[in-house]
Antibody, heavy 120, light 107 residues
Framework: EVQLVESGGGLVKAGGSLRLSCAAS????????MIWVRQAPGKGLEWVSF????????YYADSVKGRFTISRDNAKNSLFLQMNSLRGEDTAVYYC?????????????WGQGTLVTVAS | DIQMTQSPSSLSASVGDRVTITCRAS??????LHWFQQKPGKAPKLLIY???SLQSGVPSRFSGSDSGTEFTLTISSLQPEDFATYYC?????????FGQGTKVEIK
C-alpha cells in the first residue's frame, strides 16, 4: 500500500525556518517524481515545488522561489521541504504527493498534510 | 504561467442530478489535465487523469472530456458522498497550476 506521511509542521515566527519531511512507503520511491502542494486556511490548492526522481531537477512556485528548497533522500525514502524566511502568507497545510510517470505527471497519491502556522 | 480558469465556483445540486464542471487553460496543455475531489479536512483525491482516464477505484459516474483548451468533469448521477470541492490541475509545464475550485453543495 502506498503511504506518504508528512511531519515537521508547527508554529513558527515570521522570518523563521522550518523543515518538512515526507516519509514514503509501499512503492519504489526512487522511481517517482515528488511534489509539495499547500492549502491556506479556507483557500484552494497551490502547487509549491517539484523534484525529479533522481533529484537532479527542481522547480518552484514564484511565491516561494529563493526561500524554499526541495530535496530528497532516495536511500531513506524521504522527501523534504526546507522553508526559510517564512511569512504569514506561508501559513497552510502542506501536502506531499507522488507524480505518475512523464506520460501523464498526475499526483496520484497524497499524504494527510502537515500544518504550518507562521505568526506575524 | 498557464492559468486555469474553473467554473462555476460553486453550485447547488440534488442527489441524482447530472453535474458538469469546466476548466479552461490559458494555452494548450495537450491532455495534461487532472481532476481532484477534496472533502473538508482531507487530502485531495485523484479522480481523472490525462483529461479522461478514470483513476483506479473511482466510480464510473465520474468522467472527463476535453475540447482544445476546455476540459470538463461530469458526474452523471450525483451521490451523497460526492458533495465536496473539485479542482483541476495542469501538469503540462512548470509551474503546475490548479483551478480555483468548485464547491458542490446540497440543494
Amino acid at each position: 500500500e502506498v503511504q506518504l506521511v508528512e511531519s515537521g509542521g508547527g508554529l513558527v515566527k515570521a522570518g523563521g525556518s522550518l523543515r518538512l519531511s515526507c516519509a514514503a512507503s509501499g512503492f519504489s520511491f526512487s522511481s517517482y517524481s515528488m511534489i509539495w502542494v499547500r492549502q491556506a486556511p479556507g483557500k484552494g490548492l497551490e502547487w509549491v515545488s517539484f523534484i525529479s526522481s533522481s533529484g537532479a531537477y527542481t522547480y518552484y512556485a514564484d511565491s516561494v522561489k529563493g526561500r524554499f528548497t526541495i530535496s530528497r533522500d532516495n536511500a531513506k525514502n524521504s522527501l523534504f521541504l526546507q522553508m526559510n524566511s517564512l511569512r504569514g502568507e506561508d501559513t497552510a497545510v502542506y501536502y506531499c504527493a507522488r507524480e505518475t510517470g512523464p506520460g501523464t505527471s498526475a499526483p496520484d497519491y497524497w499524504g494527510q498534510g502537515t500544518l504550518v502556522t507562521v505568526a506575524s | 504561467d498557464i492559468q486555469m480558469t474553473q467554473s462555476p465556483s460553486s453550485l447547488s445540486a440534488s442527489v441524482g442530478d447530472r453535474v458538469t464542471i469546466t476548466c479552461r487553460a490559458s494555452q494548450s496543455i495537450s491532455r495534461f489535465l487532472h481532476w481532484f475531489q477534496q472533502k473538508p479536512g482531507k487530502a485531495p483525491k485523484l479522480l481523472i487523469y490525462a483529461a479522461s482516464s478514470l483513476q483506479s477505484g473511482v466510480p464510473s459516474r465520474f468522467s472527463g472530456s476535453d475540447s482544445g483548451t476546455e476540459f470538463t468533469l461530469t458526474i452523471s448521477s450525483l451521490q451523497p458522498e460526492d458533495f465536496a470541492t473539485y479542482y483541476c490541475q495542469q501538469s503540462y509545464s512548470f509551474p503546475r497550476t490548479f483551478g480555483q475550485g468548485t464547491k458542490v453543495e446540497i440543494k
